[in-house]
């Protein structure tokens, strides 16, 4: 089993899993849906292609920076026909940083790394307004996929670790194994991407002890008594 591993990063993320009507939502870390549909878009695949194989992948999330909740007002015309579309609050993620990984066969992953470094369609980070910024493929692993994300090097901006502690936690999001029992179920397994019948299945989502990483370009905790604070001051 071979991992391959991404970073994604760029002004603006936005990965729905539970929109509705006018208001579009956005989970606090990629969605599997939204990673595979990057992968599909790098191998030039329209959404109107299959994609089992991809189905076949194990996914997982590392939460290098986890960024800022933004909303956005947004109104829209049909192009074709000048028509005013309902309109919406679409939220995104702003300057956040992840690394995800896929796991499977070696031949497919070795195919997508090298698609990834001259995609045939633009990448995107949930949506068409969210361009991806940097480079996207970290390499490829022969650890487990959990093992390959504990180990990856710490992705975040230089600013960011500069204002974080000395020692940083990186929260995990896997795929559950079978025999997991503390689990949350995520509808984001993107059966179908055709604009005409998009489908999607369920998956569950286990979440096991953070990564503890060090950061020594962060500032010192520094731990303040209150009460002698408030003493001292009286």
């Known amino acids: 089993m071979t991992v391959l591993l991404l970073r994604l990063a760029g002004p603006m993320q936005s990965w729905g899993v539970d929109s509705r009507f006018t208001v579009r939502e956005t989970q606090r870390y990629p969605s599997k849906s939204g990673v595979l549909g990057l992968l599909a878009a790098a191998m030039g695949r329209r959404r109107t292609d299959p994609v089992e194989d991809l189905l076949h992948l194990s996914f997982g999330v590392r939460v290098d920076q986890p960024?800022?909740?933004m909303s956005d007002f947004h109104t829209a015309h049909d192009w074709r026909t000048?028509?005013?579309?309902?309109?919406?609050?679409?939220?995104?993620?702003?300057?956040?940083?992840?690394?995800?990984?896929?796991?499977?066969?070696?031949?497919l992953l070795s195919t997508l790394?090298?698609?990834l470094a001259d995609p045939v369609f633009p990448l995107y980070l949930g949506r068409r307004s969210c361009p991806i910024t940097g480079r996207v493929s970290l390499g490829l692993s022969e650890l487990p996929l959990e093992q390959a994300l504990r180990r990856a090097d710490w992705q975040a901006a230089s600013w960011y670790q500069k204002q974080a502690e000395r020692e940083v936690r990186l929260p995990l999001h896997l795929d559950a194994p079978d025999?997991?029992?503390?689990?949350?179920?995520?509808?984001?397994?993107p059966l179908s991407f055709n604009p005409e019948r998009r489908q999607y299945g369920w998956r569950r989502v286990v979440h096991p002890d953070p990564v503890v990483m060090a950061n020594p370009k962060g500032r010192e905790r520094r731990d303040v008594d209150w009460f002698a604070a408030v003493a001292?001051?009286?």
């Open 67 to 69: 960024g800022r909740l």
């Open 82 to 107: 000048g028509t005013s579309m309902p309109l919406s609050t679409r939220y995104y993620l702003s300057d956040a940083v992840f690394v995800a990984a896929v796991a499977g066969d070696h031949s």
């Open 113 to 115: 790394d090298e698609r």
């Open 179 to 189: 025999d997991a029992e503390h689990t949350d179920s995520v509808r984001d397994v």
């Open 232 to 234: 001292g001051g009286a």
